[in-house]
C-alpha cells in the first residue's frame, strides 16, 4: 500500500485559521513535530473565515460523519483554556419552528440526534419561551433544543492552539504568502514564497476560501466557491443591558442558547447586550478570493480581508423578521454589519484528503468552525495511520466526478447549496439545475417512454418509467402498492411495483451505464489487486470475483467485482470516482517501486455502457438474438464471455443486483442503441419492460446486498457489515487489512448490520432514522425500501450484536415509533435458487410463471 508519512517528514500546513492551527495541534499530539505552518497574513488574527466567524456551533446534522466532526470540536473547544478563560460557550442550542412544516422537520432532525447520540429534545412554544424569553410566544410553534451545542470563541481558540503548538516546536510564518507549489514526478516537493522555497514531504492546503487558489498552483481542481454571507450586530437591546463583554464569566459573551430561525433563513447570538444577525435569505454573493489582494500587515476584527462591506438593502428583510421573532429588537437599530466570506461546494460537504492527481498534497477545505477539530483530527489520522475513525466517504475531494470540477457547475451548485441551506430538503429530491450532463445512449429511448430522472454524479437515471402505469391495473391483489404517508411518496410513484412485478415474474431491463467501469492491466495487475482486496484476484479468465478494500484498520473503503478478462487485464466494477483515484495511486506507486510489475489504470465509463436484463424469462430474450448457449450450466453465475447479439458485440457478466437470473450486457457507447433496440423488440413477447432505479432498489434491499457509503462505510469491518463471504480464508500473501482482520475474528462482535421488517407491512421510513430498543436507542438506519415480493417494507440497520432474529425493537419517524422486527436475510429466495439458475434444465430455465406478465 501507499505508505503513509512518517514523523520524520517535513509537514507544510498553508493557512493558520481554526482548521489550520487544529491539524498542527492534533498532529503534534500524535507526536509529530517537524511541521511549518505557512500564513498569508498576521498572527494570532489573520483574516479569513475564522477571523469573522460568529461561532454558532450546532451539532445535529443528516450526515453521522458531519455531527461526529462537531461533537468532537465541542469536546475540544471545552478543553482549550488559558488563565481560567475557555473556548466555548456551552449555552445550548435553540432551532425553533413558526411553520407546521417546520415542526415536522424538527422531528426529523430529533431522530437524527437520537440516531448520532446527540442530547435533544423537542420543546414546546411555552418551554421556549422559557427558555427564550425574548421570544414572540405567538410566533413560535415549537423548537428543538440541544444543551450541548453553543458559541466557539473561534479566533480565541486558534490563538490558543498557535501559542501551544509553537512551544511544541510548530514553526509558523506570518505575513508569507504562498506564491506556487514546488512537484516533481507527480509528488510535491515543497511551497514557494516571496521568501524562497519551503522543500516539504507533505503539503496540506488549509487555506479557506483561498483554496481554488492554492489548489490551481499545484495543478488541482479544487471544487469550492467563496461566497459572502450577511451578519449584522444592533444596538444595545433591552433585557440585554450590562452584558457588556468583560462582564462575563470567562469572557463569554452570552448566556441565551444560539437561537436559529431557518423559516427564514436566519440565526442569532447575543453579543453582551448586543445581538448578532446572520442571514442566508439574500442573493448568492460570489467572490474570487484573488480578487481581494494581499492581505495588509495590520488585520483587526473590522479590517480584513474576508470582512467585505455590508449591503443595507439585502439585509432589510432579515431585519423585519427578526423583530417579529424577536420582538425587543424594535427599539432598537442596526449598528454595523459585514459581508463575511466563507465557502461552498457543490455538496455541500467539506473537502478532505490527499489531491488525486498529486501525491503528498491533502486538503482540508470548506470547513465551518462547527467541524474544525474533527475535520482536522480526521485529517491528522489518516496523514499518521492511513484512516480516520470517522468515515469521510461524502467529504473526500476525490468524490467529484470530472464533469462536477469545472467552475461552472461549482459556481452554480454552489450558489444553489447557499440558497437551500435552512431549506427543507427530501432525501429523494432530485436537483433542478444543472442538468443532462451526462446521458447513457439509451437516453433518446427512455425520454420516449416517460422516464423520470434523478441526477447523480452528473448522469441522468431513470427512476421509473410512465409508460408502465397502465400495468398497474394486471397487478395481482398482493403486489399491488400500498399507501404511504406524505413524506415517503414524495418522488415516488406506485409504478415501482410494477417494475419489481415484472422483474420477479417475467423480466426487466435496467440501465446500469452510469455505474464506474475501470480497466486495470499490465504485468503488474494481479500484484496490484492482490495486495489490495480481500479476494483471491488469480483465476481463471472470464471469472467475476466480488471483493473489498480495505484500509490498515480493517475498515471497508469500497466493495468492487474484478473481471479478469485475460492474463494481465482485469475490469472493475466500482461506487465511485475515489475508488479510481485510489486505485490510480497505488497503481503509481507499484509502478514506481517495481517497474516489472508496471500496471495501468483507466477508466471506461463513459465510452461504455450496459443494461441489466434479469427475470425468468431472460434467457428466453437472449435466445431470441443468438444461437449461443447462455444457460447457467454454460455461463454460470460470476463469470463472464464475450460474444454477439444482433450484431452488436457485448460482454456478458452473469450476475445481478436484484437476485435474479440474467446479466448486465456491455457495450461500447456507439453500439448502445442499437443494443437497446434489439434488446427491446426481442423482449417484448415476454413481457419485458424498462425499469428504473426505484425498482433496483427495492429488489436490491430484498436481496440483502449492500450499498457501500450508506449501508457500509469505512467504519465497519466485513464480519459486522455480514460480508465476511468476501474473505478468500485461502488467498495467500499479503492484502491490505489482513493483519487487522486476523484480530477482529478473535474479537466478540458488539454491532452488526441487520434486517428489519415493519409490522404493520405499511409504514415507511427513509433511512437515518433512530432504531429503539426499550425506549433506549441503540442503532439507526441505514436504508429502506418497500419489498414488493414479500409486501412489507424491509430496512437494514447497525444494531447491537445481541439482538437476536425476532427481536422487536421500534423505528423513530418524525416522532412517532414504528414497530419492526429482526429477521433473518435476505427476505427474498434466501437459497439464491432464482439467481443461480438452479434445478432448470435447458427447456424450462428461460421460462416465466404467468402469461398475465405479457
Same mark, same amino acid.
Given at each position: 500500500?501507499?505508505?503513509?508519512?512518517?514523523?520524520?517528514?517535513h509537514?507544510i500546513?498553508?493557512?493558520?485559521?481554526i482548521v489550520?492551527a487544529?491539524?498542527?495541534?492534533?498532529?503534534?499530539?500524535?507526536?509529530?513535530?517537524?511541521?511549518t505552518v505557512?500564513e498569508?497574513?498576521p498572527l494570532?488574527?489573520p483574516?479569513?473565515?475564522t477571523?469573522?466567524a460568529?461561532g454558532?456551533v450546532?451539532?445535529?446534522?443528516?450526515?453521522?460523519t458531519?455531527?461526529?466532526?462537531?461533537?468532537?470540536?465541542?469536546?475540544k473547544?471545552l478543553s482549550?483554556?488559558k488563565?481560567g478563560q475557555?473556548?466555548?460557550?456551552q449555552?445550548g442550542?435553540l432551532e425553533v419552528a413558526t411553520?407546521?412544516?417546520r415542526?415536522?422537520?424538527?422531528k426529523?432532525k430529533?431522530?437524527?440526534?437520537?440516531?448520532?447520540g446527540v442530547?435533544?429534545?423537542?420543546?414546546s412554544r411555552?418551554?421556549c419561551?422559557?427558555?427564550?424569553p425574548?421570544?414572540?410566544?405567538?410566533v413560535?410553534?415549537?423548537?428543538?433544543?440541544i444543551?450541548?451545542?453553543?458559541?466557539?470563541?473561534?479566533?480565541r481558540?486558534?490563538g490558543l492552539l498557535?501559542?501551544?503548538?509553537r512551544?511544541a516546536?510548530?514553526?509558523?510564518l506570518?505575513?508569507?504568502p504562498?506564491?506556487?507549489?514546488?512537484?516533481?514526478?507527480?509528488?510535491?516537493t515543497?511551497?514557494?514564497t516571496?521568501?524562497?522555497?519551503?522543500?516539504?514531504?507533505?503539503?496540506?492546503?488549509?487555506a479557506?476560501f483561498w483554496?481554488?487558489e492554492?489548489?490551481?498552483?499545484?495543478?488541482v481542481?479544487i471544487p469550492?466557491?467563496?461566497?459572502a454571507h450577511q451578519?449584522?450586530?444592533?444596538?444595545?437591546?433591552?433585557?440585554?443591558e450590562?452584558?457588556e463583554?468583560?462582564?462575563r464569566?470567562?469572557?463569554?459573551?452570552?448566556?441565551?442558547p444560539i437561537?436559529r430561525?431557518?423559516?427564514?433563513?436566519?440565526y442569532y447570538?447575543?453579543?453582551?447586550?448586543?445581538?448578532g444577525?446572520?442571514?442566508?435569505?439574500?442573493?448568492p454573493?460570489p467572490v474570487?478570493a484573488g480578487s481581494?489582494?494581499p492581505t495588509p500587515?495590520?488585520v483587526d476584527d473590522?479590517?480584513?480581508?474576508?470582512?467585505?462591506q455590508?449591503t443595507?438593502e439585502d439585509f432589510?428583510p432579515a431585519?423585519?423578521e427578526?423583530?417579529k421573532?424577536?420582538?425587543?429588537?424594535?427599539a432598537?437599530?442596526?449598528?454595523d454589519?459585514f459581508n463575511?466570506?466563507f465557502?461552498f461546494?457543490?455538496?455541500?460537504?467539506p473537502?478532505?484528503?490527499?489531491a488525486?492527481?498529486?501525491?503528498?498534497f491533502?486538503v482540508?477545505?470548506?470547513?465551518?468552525?462547527?467541524h474544525?477539530?474533527g475535520v482536522?483530527r480526521?485529517?491528522?489520522?489518516?496523514?499518521?495511520?492511513?484512516?480516520s475513525?470517522?468515515?469521510?466517504?461524502?467529504?473526500?475531494?476525490s468524490?467529484f466526478?470530472q464533469v462536477?470540477l469545472?467552475?461552472?457547475y461549482?459556481?452554480?451548485t454552489?450558489?444553489q447549496n447557499f440558497v437551500?441551506?435552512?431549506?427543507?430538503?427530501?432525501?429523494m429530491q432530485?436537483?433542478?439545475?444543472?442538468r443532462?450532463?451526462?446521458?447513457s445512449p439509451?437516453y433518446?429511448?427512455?425520454?420516449?417512454?416517460?422516464?423520470?430522472?434523478?441526477?447523480?454524479g452528473?448522469?441522468e437515471?431513470p427512476?421509473?418509467?410512465?409508460a408502465?402505469?397502465?400495468?398497474l391495473q394486471s397487478l395481482?391483489?398482493?403486489w399491488?402498492?400500498?399507501?404511504?404517508?406524505?413524506?415517503?411518496?414524495r418522488f415516488?410513484?406506485?409504478?415501482?411495483a410494477?417494475?419489481?412485478?415484472?422483474?420477479?415474474?417475467?423480466v426487466?431491463?435496467?440501465?446500469?451505464?452510469?455505474?464506474?467501469r475501470?480497466?486495470?492491466?499490465g504485468p503488474?495487475?494481479?500484484?496490484?489487486?492482490?495486495r489490495?482486496?480481500t479476494g483471491?484476484?488469480?483465476?481463471?479468465a472470464?471469472?467475476i470475483?466480488?471483493?473489498l478494500?480495505l484500509?490498515d484498520d480493517?475498515?471497508?473503503?469500497g466493495?468492487i467485482?474484478?473481471?479478469?478478462?485475460d492474463?494481465?487485464?482485469y475490469q472493475?466494477?466500482a461506487?465511485?470516482?475515489?475508488d479510481l483515484?485510489?486505485?490510480?495511486?497505488?497503481?503509481?506507486y507499484?509502478?514506481?517501486?517495481?517497474p516489472?510489475?508496471?500496471v495501468q489504470?483507466?477508466?471506461i465509463?463513459?465510452?461504455?455502457?450496459?443494461?441489466?436484463?434479469?427475470?425468468?424469462r431472460a434467457?428466453?430474450?437472449l435466445?431470441?438474438?443468438s444461437?449461443?448457449?447462455?444457460?447457467?450450466?454454460s455461463?454460470?453465475?460470476?463469470?463472464?464471455?464475450?460474444?454477439t447479439l444482433a450484431?452488436v458485440?457485448?460482454?456478458?457478466?452473469?450476475?445481478?443486483?436484484v437476485?435474479e437470473?440474467?446479466?448486465?450486457?456491455?457495450?461500447?457507447?456507439?453500439?448502445?442503441?442499437?443494443?437497446?433496440?434489439?434488446l427491446?423488440a426481442?423482449?417484448?413477447p415476454h413481457?419485458?419492460?424498462?425499469a428504473?432505479?426505484?425498482?433496483?432498489?427495492?429488489?436490491?434491499i430484498?436481496?440483502?446486498?449492500r450499498?457501500?457509503?450508506?449501508d457500509?462505510?469505512a467504519?465497519?469491518?466485513?464480519?459486522?457489515?455480514?460480508?465476511g463471504?468476501?474473505?478468500?480464508g485461502?488467498?495467500?500473501g499479503d492484502?491490505?487489512?489482513?493483519?487487522?482482520l486476523?484480530r477482529?475474528?478473535?474479537?466478540?462482535?458488539? %454491532? +452488526?448490520?441487520?434486517c428489519?421488517? !415493519?409490522?404493520?407491512? $405499511?409504514?415507511?421510513?427513509? *433511512? =437515518?432514522?433512530?432504531?429503539?430498543?426499550?425506549d433506549?436507542?441503540?442503532?439507526?438506519?441505514?436504508?429502506?425500501?418497500f419489498?414488493?415480493?414479500?409486501?412489507?417494507?424491509?430496512a437494514?440497520?447497525?444494531?447491537?450484536?445481541?439482538l437476536?432474529e425476532?427481536a422487536?425493537?421500534?423505528?423513530?419517524y418524525?416522532? %412517532? +415509533?414504528?414497530?419492526a422486527?429482526? !429477521?433473518?436475510e435476505p $427476505?427474498f429466495?434466501?437459497e *439464491? =435458487?432464482?439467481l443461480l439458475?438452479?434445478g432448470?434444465?435447458r427447456?424450462?430455465?428461460?421460462?416465466?410463471?404467468?402469461?398475465?406478465?405479457?
Amino acid at each position: 500500500m501507499f505508505p503513509p508519512p512518517s514523523p520524520s517528514q517535513h509537514i507544510i500546513i498553508i493557512g493558520a485559521g481554526i482548521v489550520g492551527a487544529n491539524l498542527a495541534d492534533e498532529l503534534v499530539s500524535r507526536g509529530w513535530h517537524h511541521i511549518t505552518v505557512i500564513e498569508q497574513g498576521p498572527l494570532p488574527l489573520p483574516g479569513g473565515s475564522t477571523s469573522h466567524a460568529p461561532g454558532l456551533v450546532f451539532q445535529t446534522s443528516p450526515s453521522k460523519t458531519m455531527t461526529r466532526f462537531a461533537q468532537y470540536t465541542v469536546e475540544k473547544l471545552l478543553s482549550i483554556q488559558k488563565d481560567g478563560q475557555g473556548s466555548f460557550n456551552q449555552v445550548g442550542g435553540l432551532e425553533v419552528a413558526t411553520t407546521p412544516a417546520r415542526v415536522e422537520e424538527l422531528k426529523r432532525k430529533l431522530g437524527y440526534a437520537q440516531a448520532w447520540g446527540v442530547e435533544a429534545r423537542i420543546i414546546s412554544r411555552e418551554e421556549c419561551v422559557e427558555i427564550y424569553p425574548l421570544l414572540d410566544r405567538d410566533v413560535v410553534l415549537a423548537g428543538l433544543f440541544i444543551p450541548s451545542d453553543g458559541l466557539a470563541l473561534a479566533a480565541r481558540a486558534t490563538g490558543l492552539l498557535i501559542e501551544r503548538t509553537r512551544e511544541a516546536g510548530v514553526r509558523y510564518l506570518e505575513r508569507t504568502p504562498v506564491t506556487g507549489i514546488e512537484r516533481r514526478d507527480g509528488r510535491v516537493t515543497g511551497v514557494k514564497t516571496p521568501n524562497g522555497t519551503i522543500e516539504g514531504d507533505i503539503v496540506v492546503s488549509c487555506a479557506g476560501f483561498w483554496g481554488v487558489e492554492v489548489g490551481a498552483m499545484a495543478g488541482v481542481s479544487i471544487p469550492l466557491l467563496p461566497l459572502a454571507h450577511q451578519y449584522a450586530k444592533t444596538t444595545p437591546v433591552a433585557g440585554l443591558e450590562g452584558r457588556e463583554v468583560n462582564n462575563r464569566p470567562n469572557g463569554l459573551n452570552a448566556a441565551l442558547p444560539i437561537l436559529r430561525h431557518q423559516d427564514q433563513d436566519l440565526y442569532y447570538r447575543e453579543h453582551g447586550e448586543r445581538y448578532g444577525i446572520g442571514y442566508y435569505g439574500h442573493k448568492p454573493m460570489p467572490v474570487v478570493a484573488g480578487s481581494l489582494g494581499p492581505t495588509p500587515d495590520h488585520v483587526d476584527d473590522k479590517h480584513m480581508p474576508s470582512r467585505l462591506q455590508f449591503t443595507e438593502e439585502d439585509f432589510r428583510p432579515a431585519w423585519e423578521e427578526s423583530k417579529k421573532l424577536l420582538p425587543v429588537l424594535r427599539a432598537s437599530q442596526i449598528d454595523d454589519g459585514f459581508n463575511g466570506v466563507f465557502s461552498f461546494t457543490p455538496d455541500g460537504g467539506p473537502l478532505i484528503g490527499q489531491a488525486p492527481n498529486l501525491d503528498g498534497f491533502y486538503v482540508a477545505e470548506a470547513v465551518w468552525v462547527t467541524h474544525s477539530a474533527g475535520v482536522a483530527r480526521a485529517l491528522a489520522e489518516i496523514l499518521t495511520q492511513g484512516w480516520s475513525s470517522v468515515d469521510i466517504t461524502d467529504c473526500e475531494l476525490s468524490r467529484f466526478e470530472q464533469v462536477q470540477l469545472n467552475r461552472e457547475y461549482v459556481s452554480e451548485t454552489s450558489q444553489q447549496n447557499f440558497v437551500e441551506i435552512y431549506d427543507i430538503i427530501h432525501p429523494m429530491q432530485p436537483r433542478e439545475s444543472p442538468r443532462n450532463l451526462r446521458t447513457s445512449p439509451f437516453y433518446a429511448q427512455q425520454v420516449q417512454l416517460g422516464a423520470v430522472f434523478m441526477e447523480l454524479g452528473g448522469w441522468e437515471r431513470p427512476f421509473w418509467y410512465e409508460a408502465n402505469a397502465h400495468l398497474l391495473q394486471s397487478l395481482p391483489a398482493h403486489w399491488k402498492p400500498v399507501e404511504r404517508d406524505p413524506w415517503s411518496n414524495r418522488f415516488y410513484s406506485p409504478i415501482t411495483a410494477v417494475e419489481a412485478w415484472k422483474t420477479r415474474n417475467a423480466v426487466a431491463m435496467y440501465d446500469m451505464s452510469s455505474f464506474h467501469r475501470f480497466i486495470v492491466s499490465g504485468p503488474g495487475a494481479v500484484t496490484l489487486l492482490q495486495r489490495l482486496t480481500t479476494g483471491d484476484v488469480d483465476t481463471q479468465a472470464g471469472t467475476i470475483l466480488y471483493t473489498l478494500f480495505l484500509n490498515d484498520d480493517a475498515g471497508i473503503r469500497g466493495d468492487i467485482f474484478v473481471t479478469r478478462l485475460d492474463e494481465s487485464t482485469y475490469q472493475i466494477g466500482a461506487n465511485s470516482a475515489t475508488d479510481l483515484a485510489y486505485l490510480s495511486r497505488e497503481a503509481r506507486y507499484q509502478t514506481k517501486h517495481s517497474p516489472e510489475k508496471r500496471v495501468q489504470v483507466h477508466e471506461i465509463t463513459s465510452s461504455t455502457c450496459t443494461l441489466g436484463l434479469w427475470g425468468p424469462r431472460a434467457l428466453d430474450v437472449l435466445r431470441s438474438l443468438s444461437t449461443e448457449d447462455f444457460s447457467a450450466n454454460s455461463l454460470p453465475h460470476m463469470h463472464a464471455r464475450s460474444t454477439t447479439l444482433a450484431r452488436v458485440p457485448v460482454t456478458l457478466f452473469r450476475k445481478s443486483y436484484v437476485g435474479e437470473f440474467g446479466w448486465e450486457i456491455q457495450t461500447s457507447a456507439d453500439h448502445g442503441r442499437r443494443l437497446w433496440d434489439a434488446l427491446y423488440a426481442a423482449g417484448k413477447p415476454h413481457g419485458l419492460i424498462a425499469a428504473g432505479r426505484a425498482a433496483f432498489n427495492a429488489l436490491r434491499i430484498e436481496k440483502g446486498y449492500r450499498t457501500y457509503g450508506m449501508d457500509v462505510t469505512a467504519e465497519h469491518d466485513p464480519y459486522e457489515a455480514g460480508l465476511g463471504f468476501a474473505i478468500d480464508g485461502r488467498k495467500k500473501g499479503d492484502f491490505v487489512g489482513k493483519e487487522a482482520l486476523e484480530r477482529r475474528v478473535k474479537t466478540p462482535l458488539t %454491532r +452488526r448490520l441487520r434486517c428489519l421488517t !415493519v409490522d404493520d407491512g $405499511v409504514s415507511m421510513v427513509m *433511512g =437515518k432514522e433512530p432504531v429503539f430498543l426499550n425506549d433506549t436507542a441503540v442503532g439507526y438506519v441505514t436504508t429502506a425500501a418497500f419489498g414488493f415480493s414479500i409486501r412489507r417494507p424491509v430496512a437494514y440497520a447497525w444494531l447491537p450484536a445481541g439482538l437476536a432474529e425476532g427481536a422487536a425493537v421500534q423505528i423513530g419517524y418524525f416522532g %412517532r +415509533r414504528i414497530k419492526a422486527t429482526v !429477521v433473518a436475510e435476505p $427476505v427474498f429466495d434466501p437459497e *439464491g =435458487k432464482r439467481l443461480l439458475g438452479e434445478g432448470l434444465s435447458r427447456g424450462d430455465e428461460g421460462k416465466g410463471p404467468v402469461r398475465a406478465v405479457l
